[in-house]
């Protein structure tokens, strides 16, 4: 099994930075596609950032030029730099990773525990 791990999440001002890191731990044989989702109070978990084992990336609408996902591969860590906060980003962050446990196993979703980003106006 994955274990994923999150950090750097906190308390910022608007207009201000974070960035989130996920690692990955445990046995598996491979990590696939791995992304970010977040989830504000009282709303549904959404999509924030996706990287593929290959770099392409995709981003929500809202979060394009202000969020940069990013992957170490040797390291099993994905990153999501956020730049330009607003209040509106404020949600918990949840890291995805998509596993395949042993060569030719079927594949898993991996969540991670979830850390909070508040943004303050």
């Known amino acids: 099994q994955v274990q994923l791990a999150e950090s750097g999440g906190g308390l910022v001002q608007a207009g201000g930075s974070l960035r989130l890191s996920c690692a990955a731990s445990?046995?598996?044989?491979?990590?696939?596609?791995r992304g970010w989702y977040r989830q504000a109070p009282g709303k549904q978990r959404e999509l924030v950032a996706t990287?593929?084992?290959?770099?392409?990336?995709n981003y929500l609408d809202s979060v394009k030029d202000r969020f940069t996902i990013s992957r170490d591969n040797a390291k099993h860590i994905v990153y999501l730099q956020m730049n330009s906060l607003k209040p509106e980003d404020t949600a918990v962050y949840y890291c995805?990773?998509?596993?395949?446990?042993?060569?030719?196993?079927?594949?898993?979703?991996?969540w991670g525990q979830g850390t909070q980003v508040t943004v303050s106006s």
């Open positions: 990287i593929t084992n290959d770099g392409s990336t």
């Open positions: 445990g046995s598996f044989f491979s990590i696939n596609a």
């Open positions: 995805n990773s998509r596993v395949t446990p042993y060569f030719l196993g079927p594949t898993y979703d991996s």
